[in-house]
Structure formats: C-alpha cells, structure tokens
Antibody
Framework: EVQLVESGGGLVQPGGSLRLSCAAS????????MHWVRQATGKGLEWVSA???????YYPGSVKGRFTISRENAKNSLYLQMNSLRAGDTAVYYC?????????WGKGTTVTVSS | QSALTQPASVSGSPGQSITISCTGT?????????VSWYQQHPGKAPKLMIY???KRPSGVSNRFSGSKSGNTASLTISGLQAEDEADYYC???????????FGGGTKLTVL
C-alpha cells in the first residue's frame, strides 16, 4: 500500500525551529518529486516546498530563506526544517507525492507557533 | 489572497450537475496544462480528482471531469451524490519562479 506518514509537529514559540519528517512506503521513493503543503485552520491549501528526484529544492517567497526541504532516499524519508517560525506558519503540514500533480497525500502533522 | 480564484461555495441537488471555476492568469492556468483538482472532506487529507486539466486517476468516478479555456479551468461533477459534499481546490503550475499555486477552495453543498 502506498503510504505517507508525517511526524514532528508540535507547539513551538515564535522564532523557534521545528523539523518535520515524512516516511514513505509502498513505492520507489527515489523516483518521485515530493512536496510539502500546509493548511491553516479553516483556510485553504498553500504550497510550501518541493524537492526533485535529484534533491533540487523549490520554495515560494513566503518561506524562502526560513524553510529547508531535504530527502534521504536510503531511508525513504522527506524532511522540512523550519526556522524563524511565525504565528502565520501555524497549520497542518501535509507531505505529498508527485511531479505535475500530487497524487498521494499523508494525513498531516500539526504545527502550532505560539508563546 | 489566493493566487487562483474560486467561488467560495456552490450547491446542487442530488442528481444535478455543478461546475466549479478556477480563474488564474496567463502566467499559470493560461500557460500550462498542469491544472489539478483536489477533494477534501472535513478533517481529512486532500484527494486527487483530476490532473493535467482533464485526466482522471484510477478509481475516481467518471462523474468528475475537468476542462480549461484560456485562464480559467473548471471542474464539473455530474449526477451529484451526497458523498460529493466536500471542499474542492484547484492547483496550477505557475512557472519556475512560483512553481505551484492553489485556489482558495470551494465548498460544495449537496442539498
């Protein structure tokens, strides 16, 4: 069964850091681009970052310079290092598989940035 | 404000058809046939319903269809069923600088 399982969410103070993980199973992880997408409570989806099969990272302006996406193919794992966190980063963070579309999604992990 | 514009809500009765629009610009929807649509039930992860404008993944009902004209993409659901009630999001590739943009989402109510 193709599956993505996120972990690492929690409560962090403004300005703090957090590292999210996404464990993949049931498919050849190294052959797929991967994404992080977030959703604040009651709000829409927001693309956060992507990484290509060669490890090339991509970010929107809202997180560029603060977030770092990485992958470890030997461990079938995707990561998101989040620094300088702000209240506006509070959301459920999903990892998703895909190149031109996101065909498999995890259930998400919740990040709360608050003092 | 989301990069792609969707109506906040649409509604229809069981058996009817509805269409959800997704309006972008010539830099995203208008330039690439890389529009996808996602269904999200409350408290659940999004589910891919349409990719590359009009293609359906295996297992998705043929009641769901997609199209595009100019800078606007559309999702049509025919023969509405109660289980179709959910939020729907469009997404488009937007070039090498922005990469991916989502719409603000549309809440579908089946009356």
């Amino acid at each position: 069964e193709v599956q993505l399982v996120e972990s690492g969410g929690g409560l962090v103070q403004p300005g703090g850091s957090l590292r999210l993980s996404c464990a993949a199973s049931g498919f050849t992880f190294s052959s797929y681009d991967m994404h992080w997408v977030r959703q604040a409570t009651g709000k829409g989806l927001e693309w956060v970052s992507a990484i290509g099969t060669a490890g090339d990272p991509y970010y929107p302006g809202s997180v560029k310079g603060r977030f770092t996406i990485s992958r470890e193919n030997a461990k079938n794992s995707l990561y998101l290092q989040m620094n300088s966190l702000r209240a506006g980063d509070t959301a459920v963070y999903y990892c998703a598989r895909g190149l031109d579309y996101m065909d498999v999604w995890g259930k998400g992990t919740t990040v709360t940035v608050s003092s | 404000q989301s990069a792609l514009t969707q109506p906040a809500s649409v509604s229809g009765s069981p058996g009817q058809s509805i269409t959800i629009s997704c309006t972008g610009t010539s830099s995203d929807v208008g330039s690439y046939n890389l529009v996808s649509w996602y269904q999200q039930h409350p408290g659940k992860a999004p589910k891919l319903m349409i990719y590359e404008v009009s293609k359906r993944p295996s297992g998705v009902s043929n009641r769901f269809s997609g199209s595009k004209s100019g800078n606007t993409a559309s999702l049509t659901i025919s023969g509405l069923q109660a289980e179709d009630e959910a939020d729907y999001y469009c997404c488009s590739y937007a070039g090498s600088s922005t990469l991916w943009v989502f719409g603000g989402g549309t809440k579908l109510t089946v009356l």
